[in-house]
């Protein structure tokens, strides 16, 4: 299989299990309205598609938003695209952290990885502040408000993500994993 294809594969396979995170966590919301959190981990998918292939692997947090534009009750059709896949697609502006750290270095050091999160959620929230600045309302009430009402997942986003990093291959720079590999496959 070419890098090309196994790439595609890898992030289809990632997005389709972040739509899933969304569906269980919209599900979840509906069904304990009062708990007070709305728990999804398809950022967290995003997040890891992004250190696997870097900007490529942006497109699964988006497209798992897509979602929420079809299902979510309140708000009109506009402002669900605003809040959700557009906003979401601010993920990318993390991907500027790479040109800085390398991103086996964000698996290395779990002070990079706590950075790694904060990063992501501080770029979706700007994109939630750009589409309320387009909907004519305070976008930094709105971020504030986003970074709070997703505190508790960004919590739990940061302790699987300190777990997750200790797994071999998987938050890992695949096109240079996969030449590593391929070289000591050759080797023995």
Known sequence: MSLKKYRQV???ILTVIAIVCEVVGYLAHMRYPDAGFYLSFSILLCMIAMLRWGIWGCIVYPVAGLFMVFTAQSGQVLEKILMYPVANCFIVLSIIMF????????????GLTVLYVLVCYLSIAIGKGFGLLLLGERPIQGM??????ELFNIIMVFIVMLFLRKRDGLMRDMPTYLQNNKKR????
């Open 185 to 188: 496959m050759k080797v023995i």
């Open 99 to 110: 040109r800085v750290v390398k991103r086996d270095d964000i698996r290395l050091d779990a």
């Open 144 to 149: 504030a408000l986003y970074l709070l009402a």
């Open 10 to 12: 890898d992030i289809l």
